[in-house]
Every structure is written in C-alpha cells, then in structure tokens.
C-alpha cells in the first residue's frame, strides 16, 4: 500500500480521520471569467491551483489541498460571454460553510484560503471572519500573487506593474504552467486606465477595458512564470508554518 495522497478528494474518510491536528487544510479559489483574448476562462483558478499544488508538494505532511472553487465573484465581467459569478456573499457563504463542516466532521481546525481573483477579495475576507467565529479554528487568507510579488521584492527582481488583468505576469505564469492554453496570436495590449487606488466603481470590464485586459501581455515570459509560481509556492510554505504553529486565542 502506498502513502495515502494529502489531497482532500483523493482521501479516504479514515485517512482524514487519521490527519494530525495541526496540518493545515489550503482551499485555493478562483473564478471563471473572460481573460482578454488569450487567456482562457479559468485562468485564475488554474494558478491559484497550480500555486497549491506546489505546496502540497513541498510539504506533504503538513498540508492537505482541498479542490479548487472554480466559481467566483466575478459580477465585472459578465459583459463578456462565458464569465459566470456566483457573487461576494455566496463566495463568503461556500468557503465559510465548506471548511466549518470539514472542522466539524474532523476536527481540523486550522485553514488557509489562497485566492486567484481580485473580486474575491471581499467574500474571503467576510469567510474568515466567520470561521474566527468558531472557537478553536484559526482561518488565514491571502491572494497567491501578493506571495510572488513580495518574494520578487525581497528578491531585488519586482514585477513594477504588479498584476493586471491577462497583464504579462498573469500571463506569464500560464505561459509557464502549460503554454498550450495560451492563445499567443491574439496577444494585445489594454492600457489601465488612470484611476485612484482607492476609488471602486461600478462599472465592469466591458465599460472600463478595450477588450476585457489590464497591462501589455505581449513581452510574457514562459521560464519567467514558472520560475514565479514556484516562488508563490515557497512564500506560501512560510505561512503554512506558521499557520500550523500559531495558537487560537
């Protein structure tokens, strides 16, 4: 008998059961939303995935993957055909939901939830907040390029645009992941329009994008976003830590 996979879907009920306390269940979230012209529909929780799956690899008895939610907050973008949302508070109410019954049925207590899309933001936020609810469950959240674009930082190498929308970073890393899912004959820029950092709108991608990007995808990188993926996976591996080592006041 081989040793029993970490990877939620692939486990046994005994196999859950038999987890030591302390490991630490990561749920990556994404979307399922147009990407410019290139890049396909579930880019971003194909990264976010990609992200975790390097994680788990990296510390096998220290995480366990839960499945991808491929469904996001993703109400900007349905000017564009194939974008689905399944809204902010249904993103908080799954994800909350999702991983208080997996601590109620195990006894798994403690939670990292890597998001892959800006406008999940909001419902992983409020999801944290209500697992901190539960006493003796400590939840973490974060967005997967957030890790890379420090760890490009602390590195000397920062990706100065920061990540877009099918911008070169993004498309970069699914250059890297498989490049087959990259459309590299439609690759075209779409400038991001001067707008304060602070200041939400309303209007969605279709309204505020030439066809549905932010940033110059053309200069992307393949060995460049591959590179960084792992490099979100390492980061990622410091927080696992100490997440699994952090107390529940």
Not at 102 to 128: D, K, Q, T
Not at 178 to 186: G, H, N, Q
Not at 212 to 232: I, S, T
Request: with cysteine; hydrophobic share 45%; proline share 4%.
């Amino acid at each position: 008998m081989g040793t029993p996979t970490m990877r939620l879907a692939r486990c046994t009920s005994a196999e859950v059961g038999a987890v030591a306390a302390d490991v630490v269940v990561v749920l990556p979230i994404g979307s399922l939303e147009q990407h410019s012209h290139h890049l396909p529909l579930g880019t971003d929780a194909m990264l976010a995935e990609a992200v975790c799956d390097r994680l788990e690899q990296a510390l096998p008895s220290e995480v366990l993957l839960a499945p991808t939610l491929w469904f996001g907050a993703s109400d900007h973008h349905l000017g564009f055909p194939g974008s689905v949302s399944i809204g902010s508070e249904l993103v908080a109410e799954v994800v909350a939901g999702a991983l208080s019954s997996l601590f109620r049925s195990s006894g798994l207590s403690r939670f990292l939830i890597v998001n892959g899309h800006g406008g999940n933001e909001p419902g992983m936020r409020v999801a944290v907040e209500k697992l901190g609810r539960l006493e003796g469950v400590l939840a973490w959240g974060c967005n997967y390029w957030d890790a890379l674009l420090a760890a490009l930082a602390e590195r000397g190498t920062p990706a100065d645009a920061g990540m877009g929308h099918a911008c070169h970073l993004e498309t970069s890393l699914v250059l890297g992941l498989d490049s087959e899912l990259v459309r590299t004959d439609r690759l075209e820029a779409d400038p991001v329009a001067p707008h304060e950092a602070w200041l939400f709108d309303s209007r969605g991608f279709r309204q505020t994008t030439q066809h549905g990007g932010k940033g110059d995808p053309r200069q992307a990188d393949a060995a460049f976003g591959a590179h960084v993926l792992e490099l979100a996976a390492d980061r990622l591996a410091t927080v696992v830590r100490r997440l699994a080592g952090t107390a529940v006041s």
